[in-house]
């Protein structure tokens, strides 16, 4: 089995019973991305975030 390693590069946080999406600059500060409108459905930001092409290039 291979080695797992994880870079924290972006997190979902529920704020005010919406889940709002933010990516980690190199100075370990994390920013609100604009281009993905934040939902009350979790799943529904997971869709929205991998269907983004903002964020994953």
Known sequence: ????????????RLEESYWKFYWKDSKDKWH???????????EKQLMEI???DTFWV
């Open 1 to 12: 089995m291979g080695r797992r390693f994880e870079y924290p590069i972006a997190q979902v």
């Open 50 to 52: 991998d269907s983004s």
């Open 32 to 42: 609100f991305v604009d281009d993905i409108k934040p939902v009350k459905d979790f």
